[in-house]
């Protein structure tokens, strides 16, 4: 795969009943968070910012992070954005949203 910046989206959705979900998914983002790779956390998803491989090595991270963990089971929901001729930024995909907040 080529080496431009892609956008995912990751949701972690826990079904085991050992622990509370959130525990889980704090963990989940640690993984994010330890990587390096730019992320945003949503309400109901986390973004990643970063190359297409950087990108799919945390969301296998936060995968394994799970099973040696021993989370029974859990749902994932993946959204990939590629763009085979350059970059796809989320600021590019949102600036005008932010700017037109700021005006409020």
Not at 65 to 93: F, M, N, P
Request: glycine share 6%.
């Amino acid at each position: 795969m080529h080496s431009y910046i892609v956008n995912a989206s990751i949701q972690i959705v826990p079904l085991a009943q050992d622990r509370h979900p959130y525990l889980w998914v704090d963990e989940a983002i640690a993984i994010i968070e330890a990587s390096g790779v730019r992320f945003e956390v949503g309400a109901f998803a986390t973004v990643l910012e970063g190359t297409h491989d950087a990108v799919m090595q945390v969301i296998a991270d936060v995968q394994e992070h799970l099973y040696q963990k021993g989370c029974a089971e859990w749902i994932t929901s993946i959204q990939l954005q590629v763009r085979s001729s350059g970059d796809i930024t989320g600021e590019e995909k949102t600036a005008k949203y932010q700017l037109a907040n700021l005006a409020s």
